[in-house]
């Protein structure tokens, strides 16, 4: 890719959280605090350096990669930054960029899938509620077996409450998510 293309990609990062990578001086104390770092095939300090980067062969192994998947958000990287960057938040918008572009791996097809049924979840009731979400990711994933022995368990002690509870008002959720959908500022 061209220099010229090659700073999109975190001009576009930029533009998305506020993030200027170039900032990023690869100390690595996000990737030390990351509690995923073991899972994720490229770790926060290198995600970083690769939008630096930002070619062809940097973004294509971004947005194809596990690890925007395997992010928690837990903000840890975030809040041990020196240089007060916001790591969780490239991750997230290297996630919407792999997702509008199609390049979700099909290793992260369930985590997406888990996304989707949180989102819905939420837009219809307001808040987030473990049947609902648990059958709808069952139904959109097609992982129907696992964990369902937990259920039992979690029902006995009250974590699976039968009647989801939902927020009063449902019409203001509906309008932040149109507004989202659009891509409004809140
Ligand atoms: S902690 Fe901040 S400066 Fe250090 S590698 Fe991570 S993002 Fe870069
Ligand atoms: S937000 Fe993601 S990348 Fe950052 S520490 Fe948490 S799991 Fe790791």
Redesign the pocket.
């Known amino acids: 890719m061209s220099k010229s293309a090659a700073s999109k990609l975190a001009e576009h990062v930029r533009r998305a959280t506020g993030v200027d990578v170039a900032e990023c001086y690869q100390c690595g104390k ?1 990737t030390a ?5 073991r899972w994720m095939d490229v770790v ?1 300090s290198q995600i970083m350096r690769l939008v630096q980067i930002g070619d062809d062969e940097a973004a294509a192994r971004l947005l194809s990669s596990a690890a925007i998947w395997v ?8 809040q041990r930054c020196p240089k007060k960057l916001d ?2 938040a490239v ?1 997230d918008a290297l996630r919407e960029l792999s997702y509008q572009q199609g390049k979700v791996p099909a290793s992260q097809r369930k985590v997406l899938a888990f996304h989707k049924a949180f989102l819905k979840v939420v837009e219809k009731a307001g808040r987030m509620s473990e049947i609902p979400l648990t059958a709808l990711y069952k139904m959109t994933s097609g992982d129907l077996v696992s964990d369902v022995t937990l259920a039992p368990r979690m029902l006995v002690r009250g974590k699976l409450p039968l009647v989801p509870k939902v927020v009063r008002n449902r019409r203001q959720m509906k309008r932040i998510f149109a507004a989202c959908r659009k891509g409004d500022r809140l």
């Open positions: 996000c605090g990351c509690p995923m770092a926060p992010c928690a958000g837990c903000l840890t990287c975030t790591p969780a991750i």
